[in-house]
Each structure stands twice: as structure tokens, then as C-alpha cells.
T-cell receptor, first 114, second 113 residues
Framework: AQSVTQLDSHVSVSEGTPVLLRCNYS??????LFWYVQHPNKGLQLLLK??????LVKGINGFEAEFKKSETSFHLTKPSAHMSDAAEYFC????????????FGTGTRLQVFP | DSGVTQTPKHLITATGQRVTLRCSPR?????VYWYQQSLDQGLQFLIQ???????AKGNILERFSAQQFPDLHSELNLSSLELGDSALYFC????????????FGEGSWLTVV
């Protein structure tokens, strides 16, 4: 069965410092992995996705994630946090051959302090 | 803006009532998904329709039903509402049946009192 574990429910950083949001996955197959962001009172926006091409995936707003099969991880990073990055971030897994069903992690709330 | 439109944005109703949530997918997208986001259950997949036909079913209660119409819009019907049905209901759409990116709407907030 497929699942994702987001290792931190809350992450706090200062503006201008790096962001690291951790995600581990479990999958019987070669997975497709995603990061979605949810700003307050907004919908879910796709940040980036991995679908078995390059292991380092670049997304929107300066975010990137690296797929590490040996560690079953797909951590999200950003070199320098901005106040507008404050939001809830979801790591998501789906089957590689059937993306009909997305399995969401429990989410990580990112706070950015000035 | 993802291109997925959901109405209403907010809805307050009483226990035992029935409501209908509506979703218009992105232009050209044939798949429509419904997800529920609640505090205790997180984000859960409810159901998927592809070109008018049910394609996949998740944790959808028997009191809930959905359909996709010929113009590809979808409706999620929630009946005999309970307090625990209070949640944010997301609609999402995708171009094909599988293998593409799924785009989410901004959700419909349902409060059952």
C-alpha cells in the first residue's frame, strides 16, 4: 500500500533562511510524488511533481524536492524563505501507473517570522 | 487560479438536511475528483468520475453520492447530514483518466449545525 509520512507537523523559520519540509513515502511500485501547498482559505496548489524523470525536481516559487529512492524520501526545500511562503504543505503519493487516487500526508504548517 | 470552479464557497445547514455541491472542471478535463478535508481525517479521496462514468471510489459514505453530467460538471450530494460531515470539500480535475496532473478548486466549506 502507498503512504506518505510528513515528519514535522509544524516548521518555523525566519525570513531569508532555508526551508526544509520532510517527507518519507512507502510504495510497492515506482511512485509518483507531489507537493501541494494550501494557503489560508485557498485551494490546493501544485508546487511540483516527480514522475520518474530527473530526481531533483524544481517547482514554483523557488521550491525544489529531491527523490531519494534509497532513503524513500522526497523532502521539499527552498534556499530562502519569504513571508508569503507561510502555508500548509502536503506531500502526496500516487501509483505510477494510475494517478486516480492521491494519498495525502497529514501536512506541515510552515510559519515564517520576520 | 486553477480553472476548477466550485460553488457554493460556504454553506451552513442543519443536521438531517441535504446539500449539493457543484464543480466545474478545467476546460477540456474529463476527470473530476472529490476530496474531503476535515480536522480529524485530513484529506481523503471520495470518488472520481471520468467522462460521466464512475471510475474510482474511496472513503465515500453511503449517505453521499456524486455524478458527472454530459457537460462534464459534477455534483456531490450529501444527505442526512451529521455534525461530523462539517468539512472542506474539494473538487479537482484532470485532463485524462490517468497519468496527468490533478488541479484542485478552492473548495466548498460545509458547516453542519
Amino acid at each position: 500500500a502507498q503512504s506518505v509520512t510528513q515528519l514535522d507537523s509544524h516548521v518555523s523559520v525566519s525570513e531569508g533562511t532555508p526551508v526544509l519540509l520532510r517527507c518519507n513515502y512507502s510504495s510497492s511500485y515506482s511512485p509518483s510524488l507531489f507537493w501541494y501547498v494550501q494557503h489560508p482559505n485557498k485551494g490546493l496548489q501544485l508546487l511540483l511533481k516527480y514522475t520518474s524523470a530527473a530526481t531533483l525536481v524544481k517547482g514554483i516559487n523557488g521550491f525544489e524536492a529531491e527523490f531519494k529512492k534509497s532513503e524513500t524520501s522526497f523532502h521539499l526545500t527552498k534556499p530562502s524563505a519569504h513571508m508569503s511562503d507561510a502555508a500548509e504543505y502536503f506531500c502526496v503519493v500516487s501509483l505510477s501507473y494510475n494517478t486516480d487516487k492521491l494519498i495525502f500526508g497529514t501536512g506541515t504548517r510552515l510559519q515564517v517570522f520576520p | 487560479d486553477s480553472g476548477v470552479t466550485q460553488t457554493p464557497k460556504h454553506l451552513i445547514t442543519a443536521t438531517g438536511q441535504r446539500v449539493t455541491l457543484r464543480c466545474s472542471p478545467r476546460s477540456g478535463d474529463l476527470s473530476v475528483y472529490w476530496y474531503q478535508q476535515s480536522l480529524d481525517q485530513g484529506l481523503q479521496f471520495l470518488i472520481q468520475y471520468y467522462n460521466g462514468e464512475e471510475r474510482a471510489k474511496g472513503n465515500i459514505l453511503e449517505r453521499f453520492s456524486a455524478q458527472q453530467f454530459p457537460d462534464l460538471h459534477s455534483e456531490l450530494n450529501l444527505s442526512s447530514l451529521e455534525l461530523g460531515d462539517s468539512a472542506l470539500y474539494f473538487c479537482a480535475s484532470m485532463q485524462g483518466a490517468t497519468g496527468n496532473t490533478i488541479y484542485f478548486g478552492e473548495g466548498s466549506w460545509l458547516t453542519v449545525v
